[in-house]
């Protein structure tokens, strides 16, 4: 594993909004197959670096390479289409649209237009759209709108959505934000059997939840990497311990 | 096979009020040219009502689904009322063969180019962007054709020839009915096979969360462009169907204000739907008809509508159709399972 090339190599990425720099030379690498967690206290960075990788934010300064291609300046449905998923921090699911909607919007993003106007694909798609309801646990969900479920439904729709496409790497912007206990726990569970497709980063506040699933952590501090490495490594690194003591 | 809880014979009963909507209008044009007979004026006055509920589906295609602010829908209108009539005055041709599909063919590519400026940019533009841009381009075309000798002036032009299939001549009565209820029917069939469509879903998600569905992989701007020209195509079939109707076409219908009557059909009789702006369309002309002949009312029958629309907008933002159609069943389903028991 250690000489696999990255999936994901983000190198020297800074973002500056105003006279607030958000991000301040970042670099992150992230290889095939593996669950990488993005940590650190409120305002640390975490989710405008997953927004810059997803095409969100361009970056002020830096490079994004995904799979080969230099992305830095590509627009969000140009990284969806090479593999890049993201799941918003806000559940954006389409709400006045039927759960099992969602998913077939998901699924045919890479038909052409007049595929698409002559509805060709929409049958070949059903028993793809229920498996991927059936794995988050919303298959007798299907016909209800998006709207109707609850918050952690909503939130096990999107990542529904964000993985049915069968992306190389898949963003997760704090998945169980707002869930119950037994809820997280069952995201955890949902999530784990995804390694073997695809690669993920993640950002999460809850630190047993992304310690029992991530293999790699990157530590942010405001806007800067203050550790890298795995879950073992950075929960013995005094400097880490002592962010973390001082200011979550 | 994976088993959904809710029935679907309950979704598919959802369906039947807006279906029921739909058969209810068809049955009513078909019967209306037998039932007034008599009646000239009220012939042509329907013929009018389903040659600008073309105009009005073209802008709900547009606003209702695709959530493009179009407030210029008019230009393709025009433009393309006014080529028919050019080329009816200038090469003395009007064969429906040709000049309908010749002005299906300019609204599209008026509608295209305009996309090109407002729609294909880089960043996804801005709904008051879209607004403000289509609305100069009929303000400007209007301008234009009222200061220009070669098409009228601001007279327009008038005493145009006759739409013809041969030799037969379609005059204002039953025969222009025929023609507009036809070509209704076939713009509606249409665009009702392209909202029901994937390509449907694709502009029923665009209208809730443009940048999801950029960041699901959609170039959501393409999307847009193609539904603008479209809605472009049955404007300008609109345009030269008035046009040949009327014996007429001015500066006045392909400005503003024209455009701005076609959000009011849809405002009325329901946006999102592709029968609510012929409703809208039939309500509102048929109260100008009526309120019109009353003295006591006609210099206030604009302040009347405005009014009625404000209130429309307040309390009843699903217009008509709200009334009988739920939100639901206005966006209707897409997925096969929606169509087929296999998981009922």
Redesign the interface.
């Known amino acids: 594993m250690a000489d696999t090339a990255p999936l994901l190599e983000v190198a020297g990425v800074s973002k500056v909004f105003g006279a607030l720099r958000a991000l301040d030379d970042v670099s992150v690498a992230v290889k095939p197959g593996t669950f990488h967690g993005l940590i650190g206290p409120n305002g640390s960075g975490k989710s405008t670096l997953l927004k810059a990788i997803?095409?969100?934010h361009l970056p002020t300064a830096g490079t994004i390479r995904f799979a080969q291609w230099d992305i830095t300046t590509w627009?969000?449905?140009q990284r969806?289409?090479i593999g890049l998923?993201?799941k918003?921090q806000i559940t954006?699911v389409?709400?006045?649209?039927?759960v099992?909607?969602n998913i077939?919007?998901?699924l045919?993003?890479?038909?052409s237009?007049w595929?698409?106007?002559?509805?060709?694909?929409?049958?070949r798609?059903?028993a793809q759209?229920?498996r991927a309801?059936?794995r988050f646990r919303l298959?007798?969900?299907?016909?209800?709108?998006a709207g109707e479920l609850s918050h952690g439904e909503q939130q096990w729709l999107e990542i529904a959505?964000a993985l049915a496409?069968g992306p190389k790497l898949l963003l997760l912007d704090e998945p169980t934000g707002g869930m119950s206990p037994e809820e997280r726990r069952m995201t955890g569970e949902l999530l784990l059997p995804i390694k073997a497709e695809c690669a993920l980063v993640i950002v999460e506040h809850d630190l047993d939840f992304i310690k029992n699933i991530c293999d790699h952590l990157t530590v942010l501090d405001q806007g800067r990497v203050l550790g890298d490495g795995t879950v073992r490594e950075i929960e013995e690194s005094p400097e880490i311990q002592k962010v973390y003591t001082s200011r979550v | 096979m994976l088993k959904i809880r809710k029935p679907l014979a309950s979704c598919r009963r959802t369906f039947r009020a807006l279906l029921a909507v739909e058969l209810l209008v068809l049955a009513v044009l078909v019967v209306t040219p037998f039932l007034l007979q008599d009646r000239l004026d009220l012939i042509t006055l329907a013929t009018n009502i389903m040659i600008l509920s073309i105009f009005g589906i073209s802008f709900d295609m547009c606003w209702g689904f695709s959530g493009i602010m179009s407030f210029g829908q008019a230009l393709f209108f025009g433009v393309s009322g006014y080529v028919v009539a050019l080329i009816g005055r200038d090469l003395n041709f009007s064969a429906i063969w040709g000049v309908l599909p010749l002005a299906m063919l300019t609204g599209l590519i008026l509608a295209f180019v305009l996309a090109v400026f407002l729609l294909l940019g880089r960043k996804m533009p801005g709904a008051i962007f879209v607004a403000l841009g289509t609305l100069t381009g009929s303000y400007a075309a209007e301008r234009l054709v009222s200061g220009w000798q070669y098409v009228g002036a601001g007279n327009g032009l008038s005493s145009i020839k006759l739409l013809q299939l041969g030799s037969f001549e379609f005059v204002e009565g039953f025969e222009f009915y025929t023609l507009a209820l036809l070509s209704l029917l076939i713009v509606y069939l249409v665009c009702r096979f392209i909202v029901r469509s994937q390509f449907g879903l694709v502009l029923a998600g665009m209208r809730e969360n443009e940048e999801r569905l950029a960041f699901l992989g959609y170039r959501v701007q393409v999307f847009k462009a193609l539904t603008f020209s479209f809605a472009g195509m049955a404007a300008g079939l609109s345009g030269a169907l008035y046009s040949y109707h009327q014996g007429f076409i001015g500066p006045g219908n392909m400005g503003p204000g024209l455009s701005t009557t076609a959000v009011l059909y849809c405002l009325l009789g329901g946006t999102g739907t592709l029968i609510g702006p012929v409703i809208g369309t039939a309500a509102i002309e048929l109260l100008s008809y009526g309120l019109s002949d009353i003295d006591a009312i006609r210099q206030f029958w604009p302040v009347v509508l405005g009014l009625v629309l404000l209130l429309i907008v307040m309390f009843q933002p699903a217009g008509l159709l709200g009334l009988v159609v739920s939100n639901r069943e206005r966006i209707g389903s897409f997925g096969a399972s929606a169509r087929h028991s296999a998981h009922g």
């Open positions: 997803a095409g969100a627009a969000p449905f969806a289409r998923s993201l918003f954006a389409l709400r006045e649209l039927s099992y909607d077939l919007l998901a045919q993003s890479h038909e237009a595929s698409l106007v002559w509805s060709r694909t929409r049958r798609l059903d759209i229920m309801l059936d298959a007798n969900r299907a016909n209800d709108l959505m496409p």
